[in-house]
């Protein structure tokens, strides 16, 4: 008796990247340093040593006193006030400080808070401006107006008879 050439596993095989197609080689070396000294360097360097809020808050040693504990400080440190709000939502109950105000004194996110603009008192005599453009100053365009401007030629326009030009 003849024994078959038949497989008797058909299933797939386990193959990897080096038996599959042949043992390759790297094309080219993408990164020439190697990842954990490549963090040392700048720009990782930088990045990995500042913390975000978020991952500030994160760490094991972060403590805020500032938030609440449980529920009960929670709801206490909320902005409702029975006596004026009578019959809000729940929801509208347990508005914190944070959300409805800007003066709770956290920092929520890491951004820069623009500064108002100091507004001057009223009939103040010095007015400060800015320019944006910068005028030509020999430009017609740009004198105080009055009746004798000249706006033909720079001023320098003549009559055929020899005369001037006059507005």
């Given at each position: 008796?003849?024994?078959?050439?038949r497989?008797?596993?058909?299933?797939?095989?386990?193959?990897n990247?080096?038996?599959?197609?042949?043992?390759?080689e790297?094309?080219?070396?993408?990164?020439?340093?190697?990842?954990?000294l490549?963090?040392?360097?700048?720009?990782?360097?930088r990045?990995?040593?500042?913390?975000?809020?978020?991952?500030?808050?994160?760490?094991?040693?972060?403590?805020?006193?500032?938030?609440?504990?449980d529920?009960l400080?929670?709801?206490?440190?909320?902005?409702?006030?029975?006596?004026?709000?009578l019959?809000?939502?729940?929801?509208?109950?347990?508005?914190?400080?944070?959300?409805?105000t800007?003066s709770?004194?956290?920092?929520?996110?890491?951004r820069?808070?623009?500064?108002p603009?100091?507004k001057?008192?009223?009939?103040?005599?010095?007015?400060i401006?800015?320019q944006t453009?910068?005028?030509?100053?020999?430009?017609?365009?740009?004198?105080i107006?009055?009746?004798h401007?000249?706006?033909?030629?720079?001023?320098f326009?003549?009559?055929?008879?020899?005369?001037?030009f006059?507005?």
């Open positions: 008796m003849m024994q078959s050439s497989d008797p596993y058909p299933f797939s095989k386990f193959q990247d080096d038996n599959f197609q042949g043992r390759r790297p094309e080219g070396i993408c990164y020439p340093v190697p990842t954990h490549a963090q040392r360097q700048e720009p990782w360097q990045l990995s040593s500042q913390h975000t809020l978020s991952s500030a808050r994160h760490e094991v040693y972060h403590h805020d006193p500032a938030a609440p504990v529920d400080d929670f709801v206490l440190k909320s902005q409702y006030n029975q006596h004026n709000e019959l809000k939502n729940k929801n509208e109950v347990v508005y914190q400080p944070e959300t409805m800007d709770h004194g956290r920092v929520l996110k890491n820069v808070k623009p500064e603009a100091i001057l008192p009223l009939n103040h005599p010095l007015v401006t800015s453009k910068k005028e030509d100053l020999n430009s017609v365009k740009t004198a107006e009055s009746h401007t000249e706006t033909t030629n720079k001023g326009s003549r009559k055929p008879d020899g005369g001037f006059c507005s």
